[in-house]
């Protein structure tokens, strides 16, 4: 996508629309992926040193649960509002505020939904589907886990 500066005139904001293949500007990570193109829809307006280009980026990720490890597909639509400086250029190519804005949009540890429960950290279960029997048997949390280990080794020497 590239806005000829010189098909625009100063003052005269108009409809404009693009795409890119997210698989041609590099943006995805292992737990992220795109499954539809990236579609820009907004306008832009050219004014005395700047241009602007404001509207709505539209696309569809895969993306893996970092706590239950799930795979969810989603829509992913993000607002942008977006102010170049134009001092001597002839063009304008957004790509790297897309690259941007969607580096923000992978959040760090992504969860399929905010009150996941994620597996169970001993037999795997998961925990969103039912409970498990380790919560009963002492294994759930791991401080208790520490705190079994101890007593039987005491327990033992104790013994012998
Ligand atoms: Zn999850
Ligand atoms: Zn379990």
């Not at 579609?39 to 980026?57: D, W, Y």
């Not at 705190?147 to 012998?160: F, I, T």
Request: neutral net charge.
């Amino acid at each position: 996508m590239k806005f000829i500066l010189s098909e625009f005139s100063e003052g005269v904001r108009v409809p404009v629309e693009g795409f890119y293949d997210p698989k041609a500007i590099e943006i995805e990570f292992p737990d992220m992926i795109y499954t539809a193109s990236i579609e820009l829809r907004g306008t832009a307006e050219k004014s005395a040193g700047t241009f602007r280009f404001q509207g709505v980026l539209k696309t569809a990720v895969k993306r893996t649960c970092g706590k239950c490890l799930k795979e969810k597909s989603e829509p992913l639509s993000c607002n942008f509002d977006w102010i170049f400086d134009v001092l001597d250029k002839e063009s304008i190519e957004p790509l790297e505020n897309v690259r941007e804005l969607l580096i923000l949009e992978h959040p760090l540890v992504y969860r399929c939904r905010p009150e996941c429960r994620g597996l169970c950290p001993h037999c795997g279960t998961d925990l969103n589907d039912g409970s498990c029997n380790c919560k009963e048997n002492g294994y759930h949390a791991s401080p208790v886990i520490i705190k079994k280990v101890k007593s039987k080794k005491e327990r033992n020497h104790g013994k012998s």
